[in-house]
């Protein structure tokens, strides 16, 4: 029976096939299921106990941080540093990357997360999620780390997968190997393969979009809108919209139904010219399930997979779904270029 399985006995399956695994991956991804149960268990009693709100401060983003993701971040930091897998660390929260505390024991992974995306949804109810993107550094352990092996391209992607704390909570992720998901089963505390082998329709129905950014889009994006809500002669009747603002629900909807999720560029802030999302720890992971689902993911002209990011925090436009859909905006950013 396949839903018996757990992450783990899913994960020590598949080392069997790689001869060099020790045992650290799993480690590292132990940590991770035991952060998400943690930061589950936080989410499920917002409303109840004091942790819904803002904490007063600041992040590295600009953005007014939220009780829940700071706890969220203290929780992957303080597991994450106690695995022996890693190198160093970094999150969304945090300006630069995070040391190994000295004493604890390191390894060679370096892995990049997002504590709570979609965290401004927190105090309405809906749901967000974590998300993680795994890199092998690419210097010898011994030597001291370099910004080369943490600025990686997705391709190099070792894992990437994201929890989806909804109306019930999920791990989806890859290891390069086709996408799985785990649901967490409360009654014995353990994710359970429940989706296994996730395949993207290779055509959706559903576009994800922010069209209230309509006014500050160019040509070329309001053509690819204008696509969407069309009907044509081999689709009969629009693409339904459906944008909750939380990139790991609407990411998944779209996985499990066939669509498209847009975050285009805009010119709403001139010091934000690639969009709001994140390569490092939102675009290149989300692009690397999609890939392995049979989906696609681009940046309106290149696969975001292919981009190299010059800084940890660098923003990306975001055109991730359906091949079919996703190729179909790669077509028409295209042709604007040409004419
Ligand atoms: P949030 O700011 O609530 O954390 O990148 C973060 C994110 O949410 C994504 O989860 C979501 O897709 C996007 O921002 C929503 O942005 P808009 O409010 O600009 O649509």
């Known amino acids: 029976m396949s839903q018996q399985i757990t992450v783990t006995e899913h994960l020590l399956l598949h080392q069997k096939q790689v001869p060099m695994a020790t045992g650290r991956f799993t480690r590292l991804f132990n940590e991770l299921i035991l952060s998400a149960k943690i930061i589950h268990r936080e989410v499920s009693k917002a409303g109840l106990v004091d942790v819904l709100g803002f904490t007063g401060d600041i992040n590295v983003q600009g953005e007014e941080v939220k009780k829940l993701d700071e706890f969220a971040n203290r929780v992957l930091i303080h597991r994450l540093s106690r695995c022996g897998a890693l190198c160093a660390m970094a999150s969304e929260e945090n300006a630069d990357i995070i040391e190994i505390p000295d004493g604890l024991p390191t390894g060679d992974y370096f892995v990049i997360f997002d504590p709570l995306d979609g965290s401004s949804n927190i105090d309405a109810n809906v749901s967000i999620g974590t998300i993680f993107s795994i890199y092998r550094r690419k210097s010898p352990s011994e030597s001291r780390l370099l910004a080369s092996d943490y600025l990686q391209k997705g391709a190099d ?7 989806l704390y909804g109306s019930s909570c999920m791990m989806v992720f890859t290891t390069g190997d086709g996408v799985n998901g785990f649901t967490l089963d409360p009654s014995v505390g353990e994710f359970l393969l429940s989706h296994p082998n996730i395949r993207i329709p290779e ?9 209230g950014y309509y006014h500050y889009w160019d040509k070329p994006t309001l053509d690819v809108l204008a696509h969407f809500k069309a009907a044509s002669m081999t689709r009969k009747k629009p693409y339904s919209l459906r944008y909750i603002g939380s990139l790991v629900s609407d ?14 560029s805009d010119n ?8 709001k999302l994140r390569l490092m720890c939102e675009a290149a992971p989300m692009a690397f399930i999609v890939e392995q689902a049979g989906g696609l993911a681009i940046d309106g002209t290149r696969r975001i997979l292919d981009i190299v990011p010059e800084h940890l925090h660098q923003r990306v436009p975001l055109f991730v779904g359906s091949k079919l859909d996703v190729e179909k905006v790669q077509e028409i950013y295209a042709a604007t270029k040409q004419a």
């Not at 990411?251 to 285009?264: D, K, S, T």
Request: charged share 15%; hydrophobic share 30%; proline share 8%.
């Open 157 to 163: 992607q070792v894992a990437a997968g994201y929890i």
């Open 203 to 211: 055509q959706g129905s559903i576009y994800s979009v922010n069209e």
């Open 251 to 264: 990411f998944h909807r779209n996985l499990v139904y066939g669509g498209i999720f847009l975050y285009p």
């Open 268 to 275: 709403r802030d001139p010091n934000k010219p690639g969009g």
